[in-house]
């Protein structure tokens, strides 16, 4: 709505889709549904191709380069005067966003195929990215029905969930109700935090701490 106010103006600023080029993930419709081509197909066939996609991206390294680059040639070419500025930001914020990646992807690497459990379904690209699966207990983004609620907590007891992660942004009661059904932590992992590096490393290092691996 708000975008759509900003177009009306008449004097509109450029809007630039940072996602532009990144295939969006669509939010699963039910936290075991294995099926993810299914989902992708119906939000692909969908006239509201953006409805019920996950807008997460920056929570991959790799997509949050990819949108860094988008900005950054924009920018560019409004601003050609400061090219050259934007030019060797870009390059500093490359070089951290490559090495932050790789780190990541190695520090997960004992973990692989290990699944997180989260409230909001914010961490798709995440898990994704590092060789995880997620699990949300909001299903397409909604608070579940009961008959859904009960189906989740007997399959999260049997896979020994160790903690349910949420967002600040969001209510913990509910959260903390469910935790206790399954006897689990509630652990807060933040995908807005300003210093992006620094809160990719400790939602990182908060998930290694916290997750439980069939071996």
Not at 13 to 27: H, V
Not at 146 to 158: H, M, N, P, Q, Y
Request: with cysteine; charged share 25%; proline share 7%.
């Amino acid at each position: 709505a708000f975008l759509n106010k900003l177009k009306a103006l008449p004097r509109s600023p450029d809007i630039i889709d940072t996602q532009t080029g990144i295939k969006l993930e669509p939010i699963p419709s039910a936290p075991y549904n294995r099926d993810h081509a299914k989902d992708r197909e119906r939000h692909h066939n969908s006239p509201h191709r953006h409805e019920g996609l996950d807008p997460h991206t920056w929570l991959d390294p790799e997509l949050a380069l990819q949108q860094a680059t988008t900005i950054y040639q924009s920018l560019s070419r409004i601003d050609p005067e400061g090219e050259n500025i934007y030019s060797n930001n870009y390059k500093i914020l490359e070089y951290k966003l490559k090495v932050l990646d790789e780190e990541l992807k190695n520090s997960f690497v004992p973990l692989h195929g290990g699944t997180i459990f989260v409230y909001h379904p914010a961490f798709s690209y995440f898990a994704r990215a590092f060789g995880l699966q997620q699990r949300a207990i909001e299903i397409a983004g909604k608070t579940p029905k009961a008959r859904d609620l009960a189906e989740f907590i007997k399959k999260a007891r049997a896979e020994k969930i160790a903690a349910l992660f949420v967002q600040p942004q969001f209510d913990r009661q509910s959260a903390k109700k469910i935790a206790r059904a399954l006897n689990c932590a509630v652990i807060a992992i933040d995908p807005l935090a300003a210093d992006y590096c620094a809160n990719l490393r400790h939602i990182a290092t908060t998930i290694q701490e916290n997750i439980k691996v069939e071996k």
